[in-house]
Every structure is written in structure tokens, then in C-alpha cells.
């Protein structure tokens, strides 16, 4: 009876080592581990004021979901864009800047005129921004679809000009937004006391796993992003279907800069979301999702981009100065890609099999 | 044929013939929940062809990935002529050892020349003599008669070219094992010839050769010996003279062969006038070059495209499932005119469509079987009424019952299947679709016997219960079986249609053959 169990967990957990989740899942228990080992006050949530006295929790973990929620939010897009195209696109940071830009600009009429009056609601700002960033959005996806550029070589265009057109539209000035009610949504909202950005990730995770539930977006995308050829005999539009991920990922940006822009109530054109596209296509890598597309698991990218986080905080905690974050967060990345890497954890799974193989037998000899 | 060029005088050739090049022994291997091979015995003698023959899953592949590296094996032993026993645990230490396979697909470079092809990866100095280089191969070549510049860029060559090259390679490296793994099925009939020629200079020179091959008729004219495999043990080794093909077919099914026989041509005659044709064309054509052609077909009949390779018969059937551009043509479906441009449109008329070429137009090779059997008709069903998983399942579950598809699961990528059984998840998807008109382009190629002879009573049983099927075959013994009625087709046009009577080898040979005799 105990043999047989063994060997069925032993099983289970060999199906789970072959499961990507796997490994966004261990890097954060790793993650975990070390940090209980090294100072388990890592752990620690505190329930503070804000001056407005609000209730608001603040603890490292806090921190992870609060900060994590952008790069989590464009992984979202990078995922679909990554499994149609079998690329990526570079150009997320610099549309979080247009964006951004375009939300300030509807917040506070043309450059010059803002005097601290919201000139339109924030409802109205958010919708502009995601229109401007789908319309960018398709912009790269056309290239990609119907003109067959390279992705990355097609988002190099934007990634080029993205800044530039984002410092225009307000005309490079910088207006600063003092109405409280727009700091809500990268702060706390009144009496919340957990942050805002977590709750859109979440809502935006939630609307994203319904979309998939509920349509064929999964299957199609999957199946164009692994055998176009076979997907257009089977009657699928395989240009239709690269050029909506990308128009897609245009709404997760649009999302992101929304809440990069209510965090400071303002934007700098030059370094707001800088190099995000790395860790957003990191992010989806993390997630065990193939960069060449095809298959791919949505909640793994996630929290791969949750990992990042982790990691990131867990180096300031531990006085990582910023200059030299990027590279100790090299070193774990690397090891993270090499642990799973399909090689390494066919490896890990053949290993685990035979550790309790031998235990099985002690079982059914006993 | 020519007497041993050079090397070797008559008297060793008939030495070497003796002397076994390989010897495998009791060789196992077994994936979880499958003994892919057990207790089998494998023995190449040096100037010889040898058939590896079995249907799908019999362990012709799992036993030729053992001997290249591919897969370790579980017990067993490999013996090479002159080393002994002999570990092989990579493709390269079986390159060492003198074993060189030729697959199916060509893994060579495309992008580059044939002579770089030769000579990749196998520099010793750390500079390459261009000219030097271009020399020798050119040199190679010749003298193994394949007629190519060394310098031309190996993506511009003929498949069977290139297959050539990859020989040449392998001769190159001094092999005394050289595996050709499906080398003809993508090759017309004067390219196997060259091919052919090529394999027997080798056999001259001493060279072992296994070939792997679903074609029975060439089996018989070039081999020397078989070996039959089937379900992973050895049926047994058989001198060619002696092995009638009867006898090797049903060693290889396991069973006395008058299945064969069943399938016989009782498809109802239709009077001409009395049914509305289905499907509809006139004047039909693509840019894929077709001369615009009629064609129609009536509910459950038969038919098919017969023609060489290149004669532009699948070209045809891909206008047909708007699968190529199409640029002129009236379609009618059930008498109403209809446009068809795009697969979609096609499968929204009620037609289905079974590629050519299964890996690149048929499976979505990481997706699980399920997927791939719903596939189509979720598309049509559309984007956002997606099956549940347990829908999904069932209706896996009934194809994979129905057509006996052997799969470890439903959630089993498909690529991880066997040929045959992957040919038997796309007719499901098909299927599944209740298509009104099926086109089934080569159903029955690079899969084994057995299934080819469950698919050619399928497509009978379908027109039975009123489907129109499409069946298009390299194989003519198979459309002769099947259809009541040919399209035969020569240099892109439609050159005839044979009906009753005439339905016989002779008439068709003639037919393609058609004018150019006269």
C-alpha cells in the first residue's frame, strides 16, 4: 500500500518536473528558502498609516506584488505575442511612454494650460491611452503579419522613435497631476490596505484566463505559432491571428502606463519603464515558455515575472547597491535558465524516478 | 551492370559478401509502456542491401536510432567488422564506428554549396582551401556518377540530388554501414532509378546497405536480403529469391493475407443524369501554374487524380480546397454557385482536406492529440464557442477508437506518434467535421501496410454511407481499388478521365503517357 503510493507520488512529481510551471515555482522556493535561511524578517507585513490616514500594509512581500504588477501585466501580451510570432517585441517600454504621455496630455489639456483642474476624467484618459497603444500595437503587428518583418527587427522602429513621440505629444514638458484621485490607482485607493496595481493585475490575470477560457484564442494561437501552414489549411487567418496578439499586447501596455504614471503622477520620457522589454520577454522565458513560440502557459509567465521581482527585491533587501543590481540578477537568471532548460530537467525528472525507485522496492520488500 | 569499378577485384567482392559488416544481438529497448524492441537480432554482411521491412511500430526506426547513437539501448550487443564490440552512445561515435544514415528528411545545410555540404564539419586544418575543397568533391561525385556542380547551392537541387550528396558524404567518411532511412518517398520514378544505380555501385564497393522503405516493389528490385520486424521482435531473416511478396506481407501484418482481397471494387454505378454532382468546377485554376480544368463529383462516389509526380494532380486538389490562390474558375456546391478562395470557405461548403505533406500541412506537431483532432472543426465552429476539455475528450476518445489510433493518451503531443497513427489523427480531424466531400491527397504514404489497407476500406465504407472522396495515391494498385472513376493528369493539365472498363494499369500508363509516344 505505502509502496504504491510512493510510486505514484513519485510519478506525479516527475509529471510536475515536466510541467513548464515548474520552474517560475522553484525559483520562488528557492527564493524563499534563502531568504528564511539568511533573515526570515524578510517575512514580515506591517500595518502602517499614510499621512491621509489610510491603513496601508508594507513588508517586502508587499513590495513584490505592488511593483511586480506592470512587468506581470505586459508579460501577459508578450506571452501571446511570443507563441503566434515566434518573436518578440522590443518596443513595450517606449509604448508605456506614449501612453503615459497620452495620458497626461487628455489630464491636462494642451502643454501649458494645466493648472491643476483635471481638464477630463481619468476614466476618458485611460481609454485614449489604450486606444493610442492598440493603434501602435497594430502598427507592429502589421509589419510582423502581413509584411513578414522580423519582430524584433519591425519593433526596433518603435523602440527607436517611441520616446521622441511621447516627449512630442506633450510637448516635452512635464506636467506634474496633484489631484489625489489619480494617484489612486499606482498608490492605494481609501481604506484599501493592500496596493492598487496588485488588484489590476489580478483583474487583468483574470480577464486574460477567461478570454482563453471562453474563446479559442489558446488553440489558435498556439497552433499558428507551431505550424502556420497547417493553421491556414485548417481554415485559420494566421496573419489575423499574429496581428491581434500584438494589437493585444498594445492594451497591456496601455494598462501598464497607466499605472507607471499614477505612481509619480507624472512621467520622465527618458527613463519611465526603461528596459522593461527585457524582463518582460525574461519574464516569459522564466515561465518556461519557448521564445520561438508555440505552446505556451500563461500563469507560468506571470509568475515568472513575479520571480523577477522577487529577486530584485530580495537583492535590495539584502543592500545591493542599483549600480550593480543588473548583474548579481544576471547571475541567478542564468541559473535559472539553465535549470530549465529541457536537457536539465529531463535530467532532474530521470533522477527523481530513480530515487524512489529504490525506495518502492525497500517498500514492497518490507 | 558494370563489373566493381575499382577497389576491389571479383574474387573479394565475393569474400566480403561472406563477412558480415554488423552484427547486432539481442538488442532490447523499452519506453515507458512500450518494449519497442525485444531479443532482436540484426545481421549486415558487407556488400549487400538489406530491407529492414515491418509496418508502423514494428521497431525498424527505434532499432536504426539504437545503431546510430540516437537511443541507448537496454541490453544487447553491436559487433562492427574489424572493432569488435563497439559502444555507441552518440550519432557521432556511430559516425566513428563507419555507420552514416540518410533520413527522409535531408538534415543538410540548405544555404550551403554542395561541396561545403561534403565537407562540413569535418576540417582537419583550420583553413579551407576553397578551391582544394571544390576539387574533391568534385572528384567524389563523379566517380559516384551523380551529376551536379560542386559549387551549386544545395537548396537549388532536385530532392533526390540532395539526397545523393548526403551519400556522398557518408562515402566520404569512409562508412561500411549506410542507412537509408525512406530515402524514395519523396522522389519520382527516374530519381529512384538514379538512386538505384548509385546504391548498387556502392554494394560493389563493399559498402553494407539498410534500406527502409514502404515501397514493396523496390524492395524486390534492389535488395538482396530481408529482415521483417513486427511489434518489436524479429519475424526473421529471408534471402529475396526466396520470400514471395505475399509471404512478406503477411509475415509483416502477422496474419494470412486475403484482406488484400476484400477490398474490391463494388462501387455502385451511377446513372449520370440522376444526381446533382456535389462539387462542382469548371475552368478551375490556380497560381500554382494548373491549366484551368473541369471536375465534378457526385454523392458517394470515388474518384481521384492519378499522374506522375509534378504532374500537377495535388496542385489540382488544392484549387479545388481553395488552398492555393485561386485565379479563375465557377464552383457550384449542390448545384448553388459558391466562392472559394480560402480553407475556410471550403470547409464551410462541407469539404475536407487531407494534405500531401503530413508534417508540414498536416499535424501541429506540439499539440496534444486532442487538439489536433478538434482543430478543424473548432475553427468552424468558431472563435468563441470553444468545446469544453470533457467535449474535447470525447470526441478524441471516438476517433481514436473509431480509427484504432494507438496513443499513449489524448494529451500525448502528436509528434511523439507514429506516421501512421498521426496520418489517423488528421482523418479524424476530418472526419470529425462530417465533411459532405473529403480530399485525401497520398493518405496512404509512409505508413505500413496495415494501414494502408484500414484507410482504403475507410474511404470505401465513407462513399458507402454517401461521403464524395478525393483519393489521390502514387500508389495506381491503390486508386484502382478504391475509385470508379480517374482524372488523369500530365504537365499541369487533365490529359483524360477513365472510367469502368478502362480502369486498369495498362490504360492509365498509356494515358499519362498519352501523346508523346505518338
Known sequence: MTAKTTVKSGSFLSGLLRHQIVIPLAAILLLTLFNLIADPSFFRIKLGMTNAGNPVLTGNLITILDSGSELAILAIGMTLVTAASGGQDISVGAAIAISGSVILRILCGPPGAYSGELQAPIFVAFLAACAVSMIFGAFNGSLVAFFRIQPMVATLILFTAGRSIAAWINNNKLPIISDDRFSYYGGYLPGVPIPTPFFIAVICFVITWAILKFTNLGLYVQSVGINEKTSRLNGLNPELIKFATYVLLGLCVAVSGFIKVSRVSTLNYSVIAKDIEMDAILAVALGGNALSGGKFSMSASVLGAYVLQYLTTTLYKFHVKPESLSAYKAVVVILLVILSAPAVREKLSSLVKKLHSPASSAGQSA | ?518
Open chain 2, 1 to 518: 551492370m558494370s563489373p566493381a569499378p575499382f577497389f576491389y577485384n571479383e574474387m573479394k567482392v565475393n569474400d566480403m559478401r561472406e563477412a558480415s559488416v554488423l552484427e547486432m544481438r539481442g538488442i532490447y529497448k523499452s519506453f515507458p509502456g512500450v518494449k519497442a524492441l525485444q531479443n532482436v537480432d540484426f545481421t549486415l554482411r558487407a556488400g549487400e542491401i538489406h530491407a529492414l521491412m515491418g509496418e508502423n511500430g514494428a521497431g525498424k526506426s527505434t532499432l536504426i536510432k539504437v545503431l546510430t547513437g540516437v537511443y541507448p539501448m537496454d541490453a544487447g550487443e553491436i559487433q562492427i567488422k574489424d572493432k569488435g564490440p563497439v559502444q555507441i552512445h552518440s550519432p557521432q561515435q556511430a559516425q566513428q564506428a563507419g555507420i552514416s544514415t540518410v533520413y527522409q528528411e535531408i538534415s543538410l545545410c540548405p544555404n550551403l554549396s554542395v561541396a561545403e555540404n561534403i565537407f562540413l564539419g569535418r576540417g582537419e586544418g583550420r583553413l579551407v582551401s576553397w578551391r582544394e575543397m571544390n576539387r574533391k568533391a568534385g572528384t567524389l561525385l563523379d566517380s559516384l556518377g551523380i551529376r551536379v556542380k560542386p559549387t551549386q547551392q544545395l537548396a537549388s537541387c532536385s530532392i533526390a540530388v540532395q539526397q545523393m550528396v548526403a551519400i556522398a558524404r557518408a562515402v566520404d567518411m569512409d562508412c561500411r554501414v549506410l542507412i537509408l532511412d525512406e530515402p524514395t518517398s519523396s522522389l519520382d520514378e527516374s530519381e529512384v532509378e538514379k538512386l538505384f544505380h548509385l546504391m548498387r555501385d556502392l554494394r560493389e564497393r563493399g559498402v553494407g546497405i539498410i534500406f527502409v522503405t514502404h515501397f514493396l516493389d523496390q524492395v524486390y528490385e534492389v535488395c538482396d536480403r530481408i529482415t521483417v520486424l513486427r511489434d518489436g521482435k524479429l519475424v526473421g531473416e529471408y534471402e529475396i529469391e526466396n520470400l514471395p511478396r505475399v509471404q512478406l506481407v503477411s509475415k509483416m501484418l502477422g496474419k494470412e493475407l486475403d484482406d488484400m482481397a476484400d477490398i474490391k471494387n463494388n462501387i455502385p454505378v451511377y446513372s449520370e443524369e440522376s444526381f446533382t454532382p456535389v462539387y462542382e468546377a469548371k475552368g478551375l485554376c490556380s497560381t500554382e501554374g494548373i491549366q484551368p480544368f473541369d471536375f465534378y463529383i457526385r454523392c458517394g462516389e470515388v474518384n481521384g487524380f492519378t499522374g506522375l509526380l509534378g504532374s500537377g494532380r495535388s496542385e489540382s486538389v488544392r484549387a479545388i480546397f481553395g488552398a492555393d490562390k485561386v485565379t479563375g474558375g465557377e464552383v457550384r456546391v449542390d448545384g448553388k454557385p459558391v466562392k472559394i478562395t480560402k480553407p475556410i470557405e471550403a470547409m464551410r461548403c462541407g469539404l475536407g482536406y487531407l494534405a500531401e505533406d503530413r508534417k508540414r500541412d498536416g499535424i501541429i506537431g506540439d499539440l496534444s492529440v486532442r487538439d489536433n483532432i478538434i482543430l478543424a472543426l473548432q475553427v468552424k465552429t468558431g472563435f468563441f464557442k470553444p468545446f469544453s476539455k470533457a467535449q474535447a475528450t470525447k470526441f478524441a476518445d471516438e476517433y481514436i477508437k473509431l480509427l484504432d489510433i494507438k496513443t499513449a493518451s489524448v494529451n500525448t503531443p502528436i509528434k511523439s506518434l507514429s506516421g501512421g497513427n498521426q496520418q489517423k489523427v488528421i482523418l479524424g480531424r476530418w472526419l470529425l467535421t462530417h465533411p459532405k466531400y473529403l480530399i485525401l491527397d497520398e493518405p496512404t504514404r509512409g505508413i505500413d501496410v496495415g494501414t494502408k489497407i484500414e484507410i482504403q476500406k475507410l474511404v470505401l465504407k465513407l462513399a458507402s454511407e454517401g461521403m464524395s472522396v478525393t483519393f489521390i495515391s502514387s500508389e495506381t494498385d491503390e486508386m484502382l481499388r478504391t475509385c470508379s472513376r480517374l482524372i488523369v493528369m500530365r504537365d499541369r493539365r487533365v490529359v483524360g478521365e477513365l472510367t469502368g472498363d478502362q480502369l486498369t494499369q495498362n490504360t492509365i500508363m498509356n494515358t499519362i503517357a498519352g501523346g508523346e509516344k505518338e
